[in-house]
């Protein structure tokens, strides 16, 4: 099958990329290098032994998208081009919106367009469930107000999929992950932000090999085990194999398909920061700060869906993630060093 991957060279995407190729799928991507390097393209050649096809622009960008259909005939598409940024959305919540929904409706234009490309894979986030009323969440667990315009778009985005798989022959995966973690243990993919990381694994990646003084843990009087946010970390290479699996599903004619993709299990910015810490033997400096607006206590996956209708179970545990993160931080600060 042809895969069309946008935001292919981005953390997720380019683990996902990886992946497809070792799976012997055909692989085109399409990234504007918005949030991405463009070295990213010969390390997953390096790793898969296999060079995906690939056009720098936005996916906005209609004319360049169409020449893409025309001339790849693509039968799918895993849309992972958007902006993910939550505190950023906040303070420009029309680029977000207009970014992630209008890349989004030229993709479901095409698809209208070429009918052979039928098959759509969407990156949603946990986000949409908000403040949970009970944990695990699963796919029926309510859809809450988002805090945040990106998760607004995730949300508006799931539901202009589900009414467009009503009028239109295709197959839908909306995957909602919780958080992706950890890095190829190659240690040439992995997610490095540039600037002040805004998510919990990038910054501590980034204080292991001294780039950043110290962690602040935000926030130690929430209502968990020890006090600090508890979340459902997924390594991302588990995350890849779930959108392989969900191809996999689609290509059999499913129509609509909402899954999570998480561990089931919830681990608190604490006991990260020791897995951390005993995965790599070093020390990670922190300190408790004011709680950040929006978070909430807690949040991990029910996993019950994933496993019986994709049959996906994790390999990969935290450790395994701090492992692989430190690793892909160490060596990707080596490869700016003998660059400069
Ligand atoms: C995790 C925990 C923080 C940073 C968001 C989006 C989600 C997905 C991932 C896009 C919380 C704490 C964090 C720090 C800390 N989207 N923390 N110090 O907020 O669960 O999810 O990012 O990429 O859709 O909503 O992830 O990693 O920011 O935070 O103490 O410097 O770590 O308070 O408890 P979050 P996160």
Do not use: W
């Not at 360049?64 to 693509?74: G, I, M, Q, T, Y």
């Amino acid at each position: 099958m042809k895969v069309l991957v946008t935001g292919g060279l981005g953390y997720i995407g380019s683990h996902t990329t990886v992946k497809l190729l070792e799976e012997g799928f055909d692989v085109v991507i399409i990234d504007n290098l918005s949030n991405s390097k463009i070295d990213v393209l010969d390390r997953i050649e390096q790793i898969a032994k296999k060079r995906p096809r690939f056009y720098n622009f936005d996916v906005q960008n209609k004319e360049s998208l169409e020449s893409v259909f025309v001339s790849e005939k693509p039968e799918a598409i895993i849309h992972f081009a958007g902006f993910k940024a939550v505190g950023e959305s906040c303070q420009k919540p029309l680029m977000y919106y207009e970014n992630n929904l209008l890349s989004t409706f030229a993709l479901l234009d095409m698809m209208q367009k070429y009918p052979k490309c039928k098959n759509f894979v969407f990156s949603s986030s946990a986000t949409v469930y908000g403040e949970p009323d009970s944990v695990p969440l699963t796919e029926n667990s309510p859809i809450k107000q988002a805090t945040s315009p990106y998760g607004q778009t995730k949300i508006m985005i799931e539901e202009i999929l589900t009414d467009f798989s009503k009028v239109q022959k295709v197959n839908i995966a909306i995957l909602r992950y919780f958080n992706p973690i950890g890095a190829h243990q190659s240690g040439l993919l992995g997610e490095d932000p540039n600037g002040l990381p805004n998510n919990l694994f990038p910054y501590i990646n980034k204080v292991a090999v001294g780039a950043l003084p110290k962690l602040n843990i935000f926030g130690n009087d929430y209502k968990t085990c020890d006090g600090t946010g508890v979340r459902d970390y997924i390594h991302v290479l588990d995350l890849a194999k779930g959108h392989v699996l969900a191809l996999k599903k689609l290509e059999k004619d499913c129509g609509l398909f909402v899954c999570n993709l998480g561990t089931g299990k919830g681990t608190s910015v604490l006991e990260l920061v020791k897995a951390y810490e005993k995965a790599n033997n070093i020390k990670i400096p922190y300190e408790f700060a004011p709680r950040r607006a929006g978070d909430i206590d807690e949040n991990f996956a029910g996993t019950e869906k994933a496993k019986k209708e994709l049959g996906f179970v994790c390999d990969y545990t935290i450790l395994d993630a701090c492992r692989d993160g430190y690793n892909f931080q160490t060596q990707e600060l080596k490869r700016m060093k003998d660059k400069k």
